[in-house]
């Protein structure tokens, strides 16, 4: 047959052809890509193996380090030095009792430590044995948010006390003024008496209702008051200091955790300027960038030592202490004490204190 439905042979022919040779460039085209694509592939590979090995090297160094912490803190426990500076009530506590003032011979209460003092202790050991600083930094900063939660702890338990005596100191002062008028006179007697509002404040049980009889109960009765009057605001006081030095605690354990926090970030932004200049070159803009922000960091860290060491003037004058240095709104740093020529409180600035180091006032803690 010269035609095949219609259409002749060498047209068919033709037509396979011109699609053999379309099929062989698109396959000779794909070859092409797979083969230019073959690089790529292979710093794919490469990549992928390099992110799983720092991802293994991460979990490896996070591992390496918790174990080393756990054993610092098993080293720590153990230390013979640490057992001689126990006190008694942590020894106790190890043993599984409670501490009491049957266990001591003298009677001395024991002063029960806070759970701050004991990390307190293993941050310093941990420094002598060259912790990494990420486990300095996470020691630091428990340290930190306990004494802060201390902190608001005694402060409301001052406020409540102060809540709670103040009724008490109300109602005392009331009796020892009744029963001093009283005791002024007979007929001062005799009216306090008569009056229920005024004689159910004293002790009617013991009374005679005869002024000289009375007289040495009464006396007793607005001396008692006074010496109520007098051991409530010493427990005030006892409680507010208490309160006061719980913040002041704090306040120091929170400036010396950001100290520890930006040592960590300042040798993590040296090495890594360190590894930039290495591997893009000194004066590439990697490593331009990488110094920028290493210096940034070493800043920021000479002024958070100097607030540790020199706290920024306190807003509240009620948790000054006095003979302690503070920093100025200015950088200048000076003594709280009193000014021997006006009698006032105040700052008194003297020349050999150093001023804040130039940037910030008072950086923020990340």
Same mark, same amino acid.
């Given at each position: ?23 062989s460039?698109l ?86 430590? $806070?759970? #701050?003092? +004991?990390?307190e202790?293993?941050?310093?050991? =941990?420094? /002598? &044995?060259?912790? @990494?600083?990420s486990? %300095? !930094? ?16 005694a ?29 002024? $006179?007979? #007929?001062? +007697? ?6 229920? =509002?005024? /004689? &159910?404040?004293? @002790?009617?049980?013991? %009374? !005679? ?5 009375d ?25 507010d200091?208490?309160?006061?030095d719980?913040?002041?605690?704090a ?47 070493r ?7 100097h ?26 740093v ?25 940037g ?7």
């Amino acid at each position: 047959m010269s035609e095949l439905f219609g259409a002749p042979s060498g047209d068919i022919a033709a037509q396979k052809l011109r699609e053999d040779a379309l099929k062989s460039n698109l396959d000779a085209q794909e070859s092409l890509g797979r083969i230019a694509l073959q690089p790529v592939e292979v710093q794919l590979k490469q990549a992928q193996t390099r992110l799983a090995g720092a991802e293994a090297g991460a979990k490896e160094l996070a591992t390496g380090q918790a174990a080393q912490e756990m054993q610092l803190e098993q080293d720590f426990v153990k230390d013979p030095q640490r057992q001689a500076q126990m006190t008694f009530a942590e020894k106790l506590e190890r043993q599984g009792k409670i501490a009491t003032t049957d266990d001591l011979q003298d009677g001395r209460v024991p002063t029960l430590p $806070s759970e #701050a003092d +004991y990390f307190e202790k293993f941050a310093a050991y =941990a420094r /002598s &044995r060259n912790a @990494p600083p990420s486990m %300095l !930094t996470k020691i630091t900063d428990k340290i930190a948010t306990i004494r802060e939660k201390e902190a608001i702890a005694a402060k409301d338990q001052a406020i409540a006390y102060q809540d709670e005596q103040k009724g008490k100191a109300e109602q005392a002062k009331r009796v020892s003024n009744v029963a001093s008028a009283a005791a002024e $006179s007979p #007929a001062a +007697y005799m009216a306090i008496m008569g009056n229920p =509002a005024t /004689s &159910r404040l004293l @002790p009617l049980k013991l %009374l !005679t209702g005869d002024y000289n009889a009375d007289l040495p109960m009464l006396k007793a009765v607005a001396a008692a008051g006074q010496d109520s009057l007098t051991r409530m605001e010493n427990l005030r006081k006892e409680a507010d200091d208490v309160s006061k030095d719980k913040l002041r605690m704090a306040q120091k354990n929170k400036a010396n955790a950001d100290v520890v926090r930006q040592e960590e970030e300042f040798q993590w932004r040296k090495k890594d300027a360190e590894m930039k200049a290495k591997h893009e070159g000194p004066y590439a803009v990697g490593a331009s960038e990488a110094n920028q922000a290493l210096e940034e960091s070493r800043r920021v860290l000479s002024i958070k030592r100097h607030l540790e060491q020199y706290p920024a003037y306190p807003l509240d004058d009620k948790t000054l202490e006095l003979g302690k240095a503070y920093t100025a709104p200015d950088g200048r740093v000076g003594v709280y004490s009193k000014n021997p020529s006006t009698g006032e409180m105040g700052l008194s600035f003297l020349p050999q204190y150093p001023r804040r180091p130039s940037g910030v006032s008072a950086p923020k803690g990340p």
